[in-house]
């Protein structure tokens, strides 16, 4: 098993920045690829960025060159930088883990942004 942690989330007028970060702790050995995603009230969740164990990174296009993932595995932890927040990235973040074919999710942090 998997533990996940975020923390970070808050509320910010639109145009602010906030940092999320994700902490995994239980069964954490082998490769992994770690993200982002979120839920916003009524809606699916949805993909905001992952990250692998290399560093490779992908984004959905709604949040490209306004977010930055990365990720410190020697701490297990995973960031998220939100830059230049809009009204519509309020939501739900919540971190994912995905090993051996496993999905393992936090609790999600809320990220709120006011126009």
């Known amino acids: 098993q998997v533990q996940l942690v975020e923390s970070g989330g808050g509320l910010v007028p639109a145009g602010g920045s906030l940092r999320l970060s994700c902490v995994a702790s239980g069964s954490i050995f082998g490769f992994n690829s770690m993200g982002w995603y979120r839920q916003a009230p009524g809606k699916q969740r949805e993909l905001v960025a992952t990250?692998?164990?290399?560093?490779?990174?992908n984004y959905a296009d709604y949040v490209k060159s306004r977010f930055t993932i990365s990720r410190d595995s020697a701490k297990n932890t995973v960031y998220l930088q939100m830059n230049s927040l809009k009204p519509e990235d309020t939501a739900v973040y919540h971190c994912n883990d995905l090993r051996q074919g496993i999905n393992y999710w936090g609790q999600g942090t809320q990220v709120t942004v006011s126009s």
């Open positions: 990250v692998t164990r290399g560093g490779s990174s």
